[in-house]
């Protein structure tokens, strides 16, 4: 990948800004592997829980696969665009006309400039990114992880990795929060990161939500600090995750945390409203059935096969 390629995935998403920053905010709320601060909570996006192992996605798992659908849809539309632009200018003016001519490469190289980013992110969402996720092994104190950097299967010892909350996206509507991994340089520059199990959604930034926020990761993340240090008394998980869902199952994923609610009103308003955004939602969650279906796996050293057993790791 060239690094026209890089630019290009940094600014549509696939490659985080921030994924080498050790912010303040992560440095004001960094997690002990020794000492509990809160109770237990299951996480919320779990593949497997056997042979010692506890195996978490990455923090953005249940949205995966919009670049596949949206950047796709819209990568062949800007195409399209420009390729009609591009005939129609043609046969009205004639291919002698050389002003009339210029104009339509220019759409042409405007569609394909528009065009391209979008298809590429598609592409580089199933076969660069691939699937990401965390192994955390009890037995061995070890942690395999897929890379935030590279996308590249990685191995760190559990107590040598900084686990904190990191802030991970915002738009018009929230913030969205998630527990990240880090891993040092010697001059203490982040040499690499990763995220695991599910987001944290903050709809507003008032000192309720955040304290929601960091309570939620927290417990979280204390689940798996005890899986690793204490393993007892932990409470059992109800729903594991797998890469062949149905499109229900799909859609699921990205409403997880949707909730039925027994008032009238709500409910006509939360009718209406799943029925304006039917198009789009059924548009990702294709996305997410197809990435699931055909992403790249990442491929583990068979060192960290035998150590943790090959039913561990999420196959289709």
């Excluded at 192992?53 to 919009?66: D, H, I, K, P, Q």
């Excluded at 990401?132 to 935030?148: C, P, W």
């Excluded at 059935?289 to 090959?310: K, N, S, T």
Aim: net charge neutral.
């Amino acid at each position: 990948m060239n690094k026209v390629q890089h630019k290009i995935l940094e600014a549509v998403g696939v490659y985080r800004h921030g994924r080498l920053a050790y912010s303040t905010f992560s440095q004001e709320h960094t997690f002990s592997v020794k000492k509990a601060k809160v109770a237990s909570k299951v996480p919320g996006s779990v593949f497997a829980k056997k042979n010692n192992c506890l195996v978490l996605t990455n923090a953005w798992f249940r949205e995966s696969g919009m670049y596949v659908s949206w950047g796709t849809i819209g990568g062949l539309f800007l195409l399209g665009a420009g390729l009609a632009a591009f005939f129609a200018i043609l046969y009205k003016e004639g291919v002698f006309n050389i002003s009339a001519t210029l104009a339509a490469f220019a759409c042409s190289v405007i569609g394909f400039v528009a065009g391209y980013p979008l298809l590429f992110a598609a592409k580089s969402e199933l076969k660069l990114q691939g699937l990401r996720y965390v192994v955390f092994n009890a037995h061995s104190k070890n942690v395999h992880f897929v890379s935030d950097v590279d996308f590249q299967p990685r191995t760190c010892r559990w107590d040598e990795c900084t686990f904190c909350l990191a802030y991970s996206a915002g738009s018009i509507e929230g913030h969205y929060y998630v527990l990240t991994g880090y891993l040092f340089n010697e001059d203490g520059s982040v040499k690499d990161s990763f995220s695991f199990d599910d987001y944290h959604y903050m709809s507003s930034s008032n000192e309720a939500s955040r304290d929601r926020m960091i309570g939620d990761l927290s417990s979280r993340f204390e689940y798996v600090r005890r899986f690793m240090e204490e393993k007892d008394s932990l409470e059992p998980i109800e729903e594991y995750l797998d890469l062949s869902p149905s499109l229900s199952e799909a859609a699921h994923r990205l409403q997880a945390r949707s909730k039925a609610s027994d008032g009238k009103l709500f409910h006509v308003i939360y009718s209406i409203a799943r029925a304006a955004f039917l198009v789009p939602f059924s548009v990702q969650i294709l996305g997410h059935y197809i990435f699931c279906r055909y992403c790249r796996l990442p491929q583990w050293p068979q060192a960290v096969i035998d150590e943790c057993g090959e039913e561990v790791f999420p196959t289709r």
